[in-house]
């Protein structure tokens, strides 16, 4: 019933910024926790950042904190994430989650997935 488009991925330099759109459909949109992740090659896929569904709280990973910014648009069903000072340590793919109501880590609680999008950062 929900399905998630994720864009907004590309190549950029060593400290510039990336904004990634994740478009949702589904009337329940504003009720689901929203989250991104992301995977390295070789790397199990891990969590970067979440907002909730119920007060729109945000969470981040120790690793992103600071640099990005997760926020959504209840009105467009579309969540956003905002990178700032790019590494190249967060070259991955990057995937939009979504769960019902509260934000958690694992992957495995995620109902919904999109097909990523991949941000590459050069040195």
């Known amino acids: 019933q929900v399905q998630l488009v994720e864009s907004g991925g590309g190549l950029v330099q060593a400290g510039g910024s990336l904004r990634l759109s994740c478009a949702a459909s589904?009337?329940?949109?504003?009720?689901?926790?929203m989250a991104w992740f992301r995977q390295a090659p070789g790397k199990e896929r891990e969590f970067v950042a979440g907002?909730?569904?119920?007060?729109?709280?945000?969470f981040y990973a120790n690793v992103v904190k600071g640099r990005f910014t997760i926020s959504r648009d209840n009105a467009k069903n579309t969540v956003y994430l905002q990178m700032n000072s790019l590494k190249p340590e967060d070259t991955a793919v990057y995937y939009c989650?979504?769960?019902?109501?509260?934000?958690?880590?694992?992957?495995?609680?995620?109902?919904?997935w999109g097909q990523g999008t991949q941000v590459t950062v050069s040195s």
């Open positions: 589904g009337r329940t949109f504003s009720r689901s926790a």
């Open positions: 907002i909730s569904g119920n007060k729109g709280t945000t």
């Open positions: 989650a979504s769960t019902y109501e509260y934000v958690v880590v694992s992957t495995a609680a995620y109902d919904y």
